[in-house]
Every structure is written in C-alpha cells, then in structure tokens.
C-alpha cells in the first residue's frame, strides 16, 4: 500500500548568481511574478497537492525565506484598522507547524540539500520542489504526480520533451513502458552529451521520492560539477523499486534564467483579469 505523501522538501539555498545584481540583496525565491514570489507559487501548489509540512533547506542570508511565512504583526494590525481585508495576505501565513527549516552550510550540489532534510523527512515518502521551475497549470503539477503516483508507488519524475542539443543541460531519463502521460524510467544520467542522451525527455524540478534516496545520497558521491547530484542517487534506486515518469499538463517557466523570470511575468500577468487586460493593450501597441 502506498503510504500518504505527507512532506516536501525546497532546497532553496542557492545564490541565484543568474539573476544578478537583483539576488545581491534578495533570495531569488522571492523575486515576484506579477504580485507572489517564486516561494509563493511552490508553496500553493505543495498545498493543493495535500502536502501538509513544508521543509526549507536555506543558507546564509536566506531567513526570510522563512520569515516571509511568519505573521506580519504591525502590517495586519494597520490594515485592520483601517478596514482592508486580509485575503492578500492568507496565501503568505504558515499553519502552527507547518514550516521547517534546516540549513545547507556549503554549496555541494541539489542531492546535499536534499540529504540535509534528512531527519525532517524521516522513513517517508517525500516531494521535491524547485521553485525556480514555476508550474503553470490546474491542477498544479505536483497534484498531477500525486494522483498518477498514487496508483504506480516508488518513485515519481516530472519531465518534458526538450531539444536534443539541450539534453546538457538537464537529468535525461532512458525510457521503458509508456502509459499514456506516464513512463517507465529504465535509467537516469545527469547532464549528458547530445549525442550520448538516451532520450530528449528531460527532468524538470519536481520529484516524489522513496526516502531510500536519502541513505545514497548519504554516501557523498560526487558526479557532474564535483557536486552531490541528486539524479545520480534516484538512479541507484532503479531497478529497485519502482520508478516512473510523469510529463504534466503544465506550462515550466525557468525563472532561475532572466528571460525565463521574464517571460513567466507576462505569461501569468496575461492570465490574470484584473492586470490582463493593461498588459494586452501595451503588447499590442508594440
């Protein structure tokens, strides 16, 4: 029986150097797109998918990832006072206990950050989530995985077809069995060579995850870039349990990159009823 998918976890420790001199002062996880950070967007879509804690793995300079979440004690009581609403505001407030926060001392790669969640995550079945990778779709892409999860158990990819002359950018899965939107996974590499690819399918930034991975990832081998790699530790798993992947109804823009952070901006912004409109006309006059 496949065990509820309870936690998620987001390495959130990076430097964001992509998106400098912006992410000098300001993680980039709460750079905005139209009005919610990058944080937001994960966070909801976490929420959606019945995901009930939460659990940051931060770095230096990175507590107001945290504190984003926290009651906004004098803001609140102003606006109290003076008879707006609070509904902008929900969506930001953590539940008692619902937000964890652990710490990435060093830079050593995605699959560190993951195995520093460790002892949160516990003997669990567990998300992850890059909030640079923002999701648009309904349902969100992780309630997507979940539901298809749900019915395969082991471990669980999100993908997309992506040029093979950018396979070198991304973990490319060999694929098995397909079933409609969902395959198998008969192997994983980490950022390999165009003409060494096994396929143009391409992870992207959301996984469910056996916690199995954490006792690999805690050997401490190191792979593509001299970092921990993540991709590297699902693949010792295949074989072992069951592994699939998902391509989701879903729209991935890459907001780690400047064009992506921008495009995402016009993108929901057009979306959007209350700001749609103004943006439609600017684009037109163009």
């Not at 060999?174 to 060579?193: C, H, S, W």
Request: net charge negative; glycine share 10%.
């Amino acid at each position: 029986m496949t065990r509820k998918l309870r936690k998620a976890v987001f390495p959130v420790a990076g430097l964001g150097t992509r998106l400098l001199p912006a992410t000098k002062a300001i993680p980039k996880e709460l750079l905005t797109v139209v009005d919610r950070p990058l944080i937001q967007y994960a966070v909801d879509e976490a929420r959606e998918a019945g995901i009930e804690q939460m659990i940051f793995v931060t770095g230096r300079g990175k507590s107001s990832l945290v504190d984003y979440f926290d009651m906004a004690f004098e803001l609140e009581t102003t606006m109290r006072e003076k008879g707006k609403t609070l509904e902008a505001l929900e969506p930001s407030r953590a539940r008692f206990g619902e937000l964890v926060s652990v710490r990435q001392q060093q830079p050593l790669g995605l699959g560190h950050a993951v195995w520093c969640a460790r002892e949160v995550v516990g003997d669990e079945p567990f998300a992850v989530l890059l909030p640079d990778d923002l999701m648009s779709g309904t349902p969100g892409a992780l309630k997507q995985m979940v539901e298809a999860w749900e019915k395969v158990g082991g471990n669980m990819l999100a993908i997309e077809v992506v040029p093979h002359e950018k396979t070198g950018s991304y973990g490319v899965i060999t694929p098995g069995r397909q079933d409609g939107a969902v395959t198998e996974v008969l192997g994983l590499v980490e950022k390999p060579k165009p003409e060494e690819a096994p396929s143009n399918l391409a992870v992207i930034g959301r996984y469910i995850l056996q916690p199995d991975v954490m006792r690999v990832l805690g050997k401490g081998e190191t792979g593509a870039g001299g970092e921990i790699q993540l991709t590297d530790a699902m693949a010792q798993l295949i074989g072992k349990q069951p592994f699939h992947a998902i391509k989701v109804d879903a729209v991935r823009h890459d907001c780690g990159d400047k064009a992506g952070y921008v495009i995402a901006n016009l993108a929901l912004a057009l979306e959007r009823e209350d700001v749609g409109p103004k943006v439609r006309e600017f684009l037109a006059g163009l």
